[in-house]
T-cell receptor, first 116, second 114 residues
């Protein structure tokens, strides 16, 4: 079955510290991979996406993610967290053979708190 | 360029009532998708409209319906509300609806069913 897991429900980091949010997926086809952020009271915003090519993807707000096919992972990283990064983060997976968003599966989310 | 707007932002209804939510996509975007977000089920796809036609539909009962107008604005309707329909309803727009196009989300409508 297709699934996306985000093992960490909640993470707390100090401002200025590095961050890594984990995402693992189970998908029978070559995946498309996304990371979204949701601030309180807001909709989702796309941080970055991977379709093909370089497995290290750069996104907005200083985020990057690395696709590791052997580990079925797409972890999100940021070298230095800012207080404004406190939000909910969602990993999502789609299939390259299914090119519409109705087939994209979202993970349960990881809530990030930042200590000043 | 204005973002995706959703109205109303908050709504309180009672069981058995019906509700209509509205979404205005980014100018030029023809695809509008709707999602339900709940703490228990997470983000679930409801349906997608493109050029006034429902193109894709998620696994929701027929009480959930929608439509899209010629200006790409979309509405979704939920009839005979149940307590479990309490959720954040998100609308997202993109140029074509393909995953190669970025989806832009609105802030959502928070529906509470009492």
């Amino acid at each position: 079955a297709q699934s996306v897991t985000q093992p960490d429900i909640h993470i707390t980091v100090s401002e200025g510290a590095s961050l890594e949010l984990r995402c693992n997926y189970s998908y029978g086809a070559t995946p498309y991979l996304f990371w979204y952020v949701q601030s309180p009271g807001q909709g989702l915003q796309l941080l970055l996406k991977y379709f093909s090519g370089d497995t290290l993807v750069q996104g907005i707000k200083g985020f990057e993610a690395e696709f590791k096919r052997s580990q079925s992972s797409f972890n999100l990283r940021k070298p230095s967290v800012h207080w404004s990064d406190a939000a909910e983060y969602f990993c999502a997976v789609g299939a390259q053979t299914k090119t519409s968003y109705d087939k994209v599966i979202f993970g349960p989310g990881t809530s990030l708190s930042v200590i000043p | 360029k204005a973002g995706v707007t959703q109205t109303p932002r908050y709504l309180i209804k009672t069981r058995g009532q019906q509700v209509t939510l509205s979404c205005s996509p980014i100018s030029g975007h023809r695809s509008v998708s709707w999602y339900q977000q709940t703490p228990g089920q997470g983000l679930q796809f409801l349906f997608e409209y493109f050029s006034e036609t429902q193109r894709n539909k998620g696994n929701f009962p027929g009480r959930f319906s929608g439509r899209q107008f010629s200006n790409s604005r979309s509405e979704m309707n939920v009839s005979t509300l149940e307590l479990g329909d309490s959720a954040l309803y998100l609308c997202a727009s993109s140029s074509t609806g393909a995953t190669t196009d970025t989806q832009y989300f609105g802030p959502g409508t928070r529906l509470t069913v009492l």
